[in-house]
């Protein structure tokens, strides 16, 4: 099992809709959980960061299943700026030493928000 | 403002040369890494730098360099010996391990001509 699985998509979905992306985990000790955002060719921005149940911010909502290993985002009211590719990122050793400084990356799920 | 710096944006290497890439952060960051990704890939770990005068290889460490002399710079060195050299490069840094997740530079684009 890969560490961290996405759906790669395409996701095409109209202005307005509402989507959602699982990810799942396979390293059940992982503290910290991450969606970031990444625009073609830019570098990848924090969206949002989980470290219990979930969180929210405005249209977007990240769960957080720790017993099924599964995290998932919510956006609602889908905008066309919303389009880019959404990366799970997962921190798969709390805590110190050399396994903290590390993250786990997938591979994102790529979205197209359509007029 | 406080960020992460990577320069150039856009670099070409001809065969056989070696090429420095520059990321410097002002974030008082303790920790810096490197990163890799190809068109459809995730990002592979490269090096790392928990702290100054310190770094680990990472995933796909062979072929590149590194060095820590200051806080605020993490050099990275792609050698003749990268054989497929030609990615983006991205540099990120964190205030204490992962746990609180990485802030990004805006990445280096390396060509190979």
């Known amino acids: 099992r890969k560490e961290v699985e996405q759906d790669p998509g395409p996701f095409n979905v109209p202005e307005g809709a509402t989507v959602a992306f699982n990810c799942t985990y396979s390293n059940s000790a992982s503290q910290s959980f991450f969606w970031y955002r990444q625009d073609c060719r830019k570098e990848p921005k924090l969206l949002m960061s989980?470290?219990?149940s979930g969180n929210e911010d405005g249209r977007f909502t990240a769960q957080l299943n720790r017993a099924s290993q599964y995290i998932s985002l919510l956006i609602r009211d889908s905008k066309l700026s919303d389009s880019a590719t959404y990366l799970c990122?997962?921190?798969?050793?709390?805590?110190?030493?050399?396994?903290?400084?590390?993250?786990?990356f997938g591979k994102g799920t790529k979205l197209s928000v359509i007029p | 403002d406080g960020g992460i710096t990577q320069s150039p944006k856009y670099l070409f290497r001809k065969e056989g040369q070696n090429v420095t890439l520059s990321c410097e952060q002002n974030?008082?960051?303790?920790?810096m890494y490197w990163y890799r990704q190809d068109p459809g890939q995730g990002l592979r770990l490269i090096y790392y730098s928990q702290i100054v005068n310190d770094f680990q290889k990472g995933d796909i460490a062979e072929g590149y360099s590194v060095s820590r002399e200051k806080k605020e710079s993490f050099p990275l060195t792609v050698t003749s010996a990268q054989k497929n050299p030609t990615a983006f490069y991205l540099c990120?840094?964190?205030?204490?391990?992962?746990?609180?997740?990485?802030?990004f530079g805006s990445g280096t684009r390396l060509t190979v001509v």
């Open positions: 990120a840094s964190s205030i204490d391990g992962s746990f609180y997740g990485y802030t």
């Open positions: 990122v997962v921190n798969p050793q709390g805590g110190s030493g050399a396994g903290s400084y590390q993250l786990t």
């Open positions: 989980v470290y219990s």
């Open positions: 974030l008082n960051h303790d920790a």
